[in-house]
């Protein structure tokens, strides 16, 4: 069926290129995740803090499909993931950020964190976030960037706040975690103005 409307994007974009590695400021990297960093995988989702978000676990056996599983999203167009690493030493991995549900049609991904416990508090997400949404927007040029999280989860709501994706509302009971239904608070950022609404004729 014939779109009436040019995607945002044009489908093969990402697939043509390599996942970049993507520099956030003098200390951290966005690059993609290697076979070594199957260790630091598996720890983080047995954190007690991460799993309270998650909604999937992570052992040994599956760490290395899920990591080998994301050149494949990345090919798809799909999903996107980085590991958050330390400029001077690429091996000491600090986190991961992630695009997910990406349309390249629409111009629109959701953006997904999360940080190892020798990280937090030290503006690691939001510096993560800001540095891949730069690129979301300025290289791949997407137009419309989401943020969702429980509405518990407090430290991510702050992340949300200080990376400029402003609140739309709640979405009730919109995902299930171990502990029940969770209501989710949904952010967004534009790359770019968004178009005037035609007046009604």
Not at 46 to 72: F, L, M
């Given at each position: 069926m014939p779109r009436l409307v040019d995607p945002v994007v044009q489908p093969g974009t990402m697939a043509s290129m390599d996942q970049p590695e993507l520099p956030v400021d003098?200390?951290?990297?966005?690059?993609?995740?290697?076979?070594?960093?199957?260790?630091?995988?598996?720890?983080?989702y047995?954190?007690?803090?991460?799993?309270?978000?998650?909604?999937?676990?992570?052992?040994?056996?599956?760490?290395?499909?899920?990591?080998?599983?994301?050149?494949?999203t990345w090919a798809a167009e799909t999903d996107a993931s980085w590991a958050v690493a330390s400029r001077s030493d690429r091996s000491a991995v600090l986190g991961r950020v992630a695009l997910r549900r990406i349309s390249l049609a629409s111009g629109t991904g959701e953006v997904t964190y999360w940080t190892l416990p020798n990280a937090r508090r030290q503006g690691v997400a939001s510096l993560a976030t800001v540095g891949l949404s730069r690129w979301a927007f300025q290289a791949l040029g997407l137009h419309r960037l989401e943020l969702l999280h429980s509405i518990c989860n407090e430290a991510s709501c702050r992340v949300a706040n200080s990376t400029g994706f402003q609140l739309e509302g709640t979405l009730r009971e919109f995902l299930l975690h171990a502990d029940g239904w969770h209501d989710m608070h949904l952010h967004s950022q534009l790359g770019s103005p968004e178009r005037p609404m035609r007046s009604p004729q």
């Open positions: 003098d200390d951290l990297v966005l690059r993609p995740w290697e076979e070594a960093d199957i260790p630091v995988v598996v720890s983080a047995a954190d007690p803090d991460i799993r309270t978000w998650a909604i999937r676990s992570v052992d040994e056996v599956e760490a290395p499909d899920w990591i080998e599983s994301w050149a494949g």
